[in-house]
């Protein structure tokens, strides 16, 4: 069995280290250590993206091997702890009945958070460039409008990482570089880290310093180490 090197784990820096992890059919890491501001993972359909994503916030538990999240096993750590700081959106945008504040705010309820005020609101929707007024009901937005929602809604929730399964996928090219440049100044800015899913080589050629490929279930780790 590979021994995993010890890493330093760097002040206000959110690190995840996988060892000899196995999974299934799907996934056999011997060693990733995850600590970029900004961390796309790429990869053919079926190779293991978003199985190791789910990996991350308890939503699957590996076979055998390990991950520490900032030098804490995850294994150790209540899988409700662990998702107030570590936040994913996945694919498929869920909505919930009422208006665009309620679905807003209800992200913060679930993770036992002081709700938004109404201008942080405001700025979430700007940020993902969603020109509605809060009162407005989902029932009618899009299905690009839906997830640009959910994008303000875990956003506003102040984690500590965002992992996001092709956050872009029902976006415009347009849109798509918009939301993703200010969700990268957004975590760069707040010192959050940002771990994306992602097949626009558009969006993975903006962050080249921090893309790993994964193919097969196997990565050798970020592609400019």
Same mark, same amino acid.
């Given at each position: ?72 096993? @995850? ?6 702890? !662990?998702?107030?700081?570590? $936040? *994913? %959106?996945?694919?498929?945008? =869920? ?45 009618? @937005? ?6 640009? !929602?959910?994008?303000?809604? $875990? *956003? %506003?929730?102040?984690?500590? =990482? ?64």
């Amino acid at each position: 069995m590979a021994k995993c090197a010890k890493i330093k784990i760097k002040k206000e820096k959110a690190v995840f280290e996988i060892c000899n992890l196995k999974f299934k059919n799907i996934l056999d890491i011997e060693a990733l250590t995850i600590d970029r501001p900004i961390t796309c993972i790429i990869g053919s359909s079926g190779s293991g993206k978003t199985t190791l994503l789910k990996h991350l916030n308890k939503l699957y538990t590996p076979d055998s091997g390990a991950i520490t999240y900032n030098g804490s096993d @995850l294994a150790e750590i209540p899988a409700v702890s !662990l998702r107030r700081e570590v $936040v *994913m %959106l996945g694919q498929t945008p =869920v909505i919930y009945n009422g208006d665009l504040e309620e679905n807003l705010q209800i992200g913060l309820r679930f993770s036992e958070k002081l709700p938004a005020s109404r201008d942080r609101l405001l700025n979430a929707l700007e940020q993902v460039k969603l020109n509605k007024p809060l009162d407005d009901p989902c029932l009618s @937005l899009s299905g690009g409008e839906k997830q640009r !929602l959910c994008l303000a809604r $875990v *956003m %506003l929730m102040d984690a500590e =990482v965002y992992l996001l399964d092709e956050p872009s996928a029902a976006l415009d090219k347009e849109t798509e570089r918009f939301i993703i440049t200010n969700l990268a100044d957004f975590v760069t800015r707040e010192k959050k880290a940002l771990i994306m899913v992602t097949h626009s080589e558009e969006v993975s050629g903006l962050y080249p310093e921090g893309t790993i490929r994964i193919e097969n279930g196997r990565t050798g780790g970020y592609a400019h180490e």
